[in-house]
C-alpha cells in the first residue's frame, strides 16, 4: 500500500487511546437529498503517548442517527487493544498495518467503510501527534502553504440565500447548494443565489446521489444556465462507470465527487476516468493523512482539482485544512455553513475567514485545543 511518510521521528509508543461522543441539538436541521440531521455529532481520538504528547483525530460519523456511538465502539474494541499492542515508527505504519489486520474482518461482518472510518481518525491523531514532538504546524511538516481557499457548504433547500448572505458577510467567497429536492424547487433556489450573488461568484451544486443517470442528465441541462462550478455527486458514487460517463458527457457542468471513494486506486482511477474535474477525499472517511495524502498528489498529477470534503466537527476541519495545504494547487476545503457547535468548540482556535480564505498558524501539530470542559454536558457515554 502506498502511504505518506513522515520524516524520520523516534517511535511512538501510545499509553492511552481515547474515544469521545458529542452530540449537540441545533435549531435548524441539515437537510440533505437521502436524510436529515437533527442535531451535530462528534467522534473525537485523542492519543497519548509514554512522553505525553497528545494527537487528535476525527472520526466521520453523521449517518446513521446512533453512526457516532457505534464508531466509538468500534475504536474502543476493535482499534485501541491493537493501537496498545506495539511501537510504532511513522503514523504511516499504523495506517498500513491496521488496514492490514483488519481487512477480513470488515469483510466478514459487512463494516468495511466504519473500520477505515475509525482507522483514518486515528492516523489523524498520529500525525498530530508526531508533528506536535516535532514542534512543526503539520502543513510546514509536510512541505506545504498555510493559505487555503475555502467555500460555505450545505447550503440547505429552504432560503437558502438568507445563508447565503450571511456568509458573505462572514468573508466567504464561494458557495455550494444542495439539490435533489425536485426540480422546481432546486431551479428556484439557484436563482435566488445567483440574484443574490452575481455570475462571477463560484457557485456549485451537491445532489447527494440523489438521481438516476437520466435524471441527472435532465437536470445538469436546466442547472446550465446557472454557471456552476461543479455538479457533485449526480448518481450514486457506486453507480457504474458507464452511467458516470454518459452523466459527464451530457452535462455542460463539470462532475464531483469522492467523498464516498475509499483506497488509493479509487482516487487513482477516479483521476483518470476523464468523469471529474473535481475529486473529493474525505480524510475522516478514509485514508487520513496517510491515504489522503497519497491520493491528493495523484489527483493534481492528473490535473484535476484537490478539494477536500468534510461535514463534521472542528478537529476534521483542521485537519482538511492541512491537506489541503500540504497538496496546494487549486480548489477550496469546504466549510459547513449550517450551525454546528462543535466546529468552534472542538477546533479551536478555529483560523478566521478573509476573503475567501483562512491562513494556518505557527503552533505545532494541527493546533487544535479542543474545549473539553464547555462541552461536558454535550458528551455521550458509550
Not at 466537527?313 to 466549510?335: D, M, P, T, Y
Amino acid at each position: 500500500m502506498e502511504v505518506a511518510r513522515l520524516p524520520a521521528i523516534s517511535p511512538i509508543s501510545l499509553k492511552k487511546v481515547e474515544a469521545m461522543v458529542f452530540r449537540v441539538p441545533i435549531a435548524k436541521p441539515v437537510i440533505t437529498s437521502f436524510g436529515v440531521m437533527h442535531d451535530r455529532p462528534s467522534v473525537i481520538v485523542r492519543l497519548e503517548d509514554d512522553r505525553g504528547a497528545v494527537g487528535w483525530g476525527e472520526v466521520w460519523c453523521n449517518y446513521p442517527s446512533v453512526g457516532a456511538e457505534h464508531r466509538a465502539r468500534v475504536l474502543q474494541s476493535v482499534v485501541a487493544p491493537l493501537l496498545l499492542e506495539r511501537t510504532w515508527h511513522e503514523p504511516a505504519e499504523a495506517f498500513v498495518e491496521l488496514s492490514r489486520k483488519l481487512h477480513v474482518l470488515g469483510v466478514q461482518c459487512g463494516e468495511e467503510g466504519t473500520l477505515a472510518q475509525v482507522i483514518a481518525g486515528v492516523d489523524v491523531a498520529l500525525w498530530d501527534l508526531a508533528a506536535r514532538r516535532l514542534d512543526q504546524p503539520l502543513w510546514r511538516l509536510l512541505g506545504g502553504t498555510p493559505e487555503i481557499a475555502v467555500y460555505a457548504s450545505g447550503l440547505n433547500p429552504v432560503e437558502p440565500e438568507k445563508l447565503a448572505a450571511q456568509k458573505r458577510a462572514e468573508g466567504y467567497r464561494a458557495f455550494k447548494l444542495k439539490v435533489g429536492f425536485g426540480l422546481d424547487r432546486d431551479l428556484a433556489n439557484l436563482r435566488a443565489l445567483r440574484d443574490l450573488l452575481g455570475a462571477a461568484t463560484p457557485l456549485m451544486a451537491d445532489a447527494n446521489q440523489a438521481w438516476g443517470a437520466d435524471a441527472a442528465i435532465a437536470a445538469a441541462g436546466e442547472f446550465a444556465g446557472y454557471a456552476l462550478d461543479w455538479l457533485e455527486e449526480p448518481i450514486a458514487a457506486d453507480g457504474t462507470p458507464a452511467d458516470w460517463q454518459r452523466v459527464a458527457a451530457a452535462s455542460q457542468i463539470p462532475l464531483a465527487g469522492g467523498e464516498n471513494m475509499r483506497g488509493l486506486a479509487a482516487f487513482e482511477a477516479a483521476a483518470k476516468s476523464g468523469v471529474f474535474a473535481v475529486i473529493q477525499p474525505d480524510l475522516g472517511k478514509w485514508g487520513g493523512f496517510s491515504g489522503c495524502l497519497a491520493a491528493g498528489r495523484r489527483i493534481r498529477e492528473a490535473g484535476r482539482l484537490f478539494c477536500p470534503h468534510w461535514l463534521g466537527g472542528g478537529v476534521g476541519l483542521v485537519a482538511s485544512f492541512h491537506l489541503k495545504g500540504a497538496i496546494g494547487g487549486g480548489g477550496f476545503v469546504e466549510v459547513d455553513a449550517n450551525d454546528n457547535p462543535l466546529r468552534e468548540a472542538l477546533g479551536r482556535p478555529l483560523p478566521a475567514v478573509h476573503d475567501g480564505g483562512i491562513v494556518l498558524g505557527e503552533r505545532p501539530g494541527l493546533a487544535v485545543e479542543p474545549d473539553l470542559a464547555g462541552l461536558k454536558d454535550f458528551r455521550v457515554a458509550v
